[in-house]
Nanobody, 127 residues
Framework: QVQLVESGGGLVQGGGSLRLSCAASRRTSGNYAVAWFRQAPGKEREFVAA????????YYADSVKGRFTISRDSARNTVYLQMNSLKPEDTAVYYC????????????????????WGQGTQVTVSS
């Protein structure tokens, strides 16, 4: 079992920045990916970004490319999501999630199969 805890959400004006953190409760071995998803009111949860722990390969949704950066800190068992140039449409609850195994790009960027989830953190971007 792995517990994930998100932090760093808040209220920011459009064009501003926030950094989200996702801390894992313990070190894990093997191949796995950590991803950020978000869910806006009345919408389905959608993929935002992901990173593979072993090699640090990063994946992004088209809507956030060039604005968001995902990274990891092995010593702290933490994944970060740096969000710049925020827009009102980025407003959502952001969740981090993890899944284990040797994963394809499709598996990494698809919500199905992520077994471990954090509680979510609210990001609100004002216009």
């Amino acid at each position: 079992q792995v517990q994930l805890v998100e932090s760093g959400g808040g209220l920011v004006q459009g064009g501003g920045s926030l950094r989200l953190s996702c801390a894992a409760s313990r070190r894990t071995s093997g191949n796995y990916a950590v991803a950020w998803f978000r869910q806006a009111p009345g919408k389905e949860r959608e993929f935002v970004a992901a990173i593979t722990w072993t090699f640090g390969d990063a994946y992004y949704a088209d809507s956030v490319k060039g604005r968001f950066t995902i990274s990891r800190d092995s010593a702290r068992n933490t994944v970060y999501l740096q969000m710049n140039s925020l827009k009102p449409e980025d407003t959502a609850v952001y969740y981090c999630a993890a899944r284990f195994g040797v994963l394809s790009t499709t598996q990494i960027t698809t919500i199905t199969g992520y077994d471990y989830w954090g509680q979510g953190t609210q990001v609100t971007v004002s216009s």
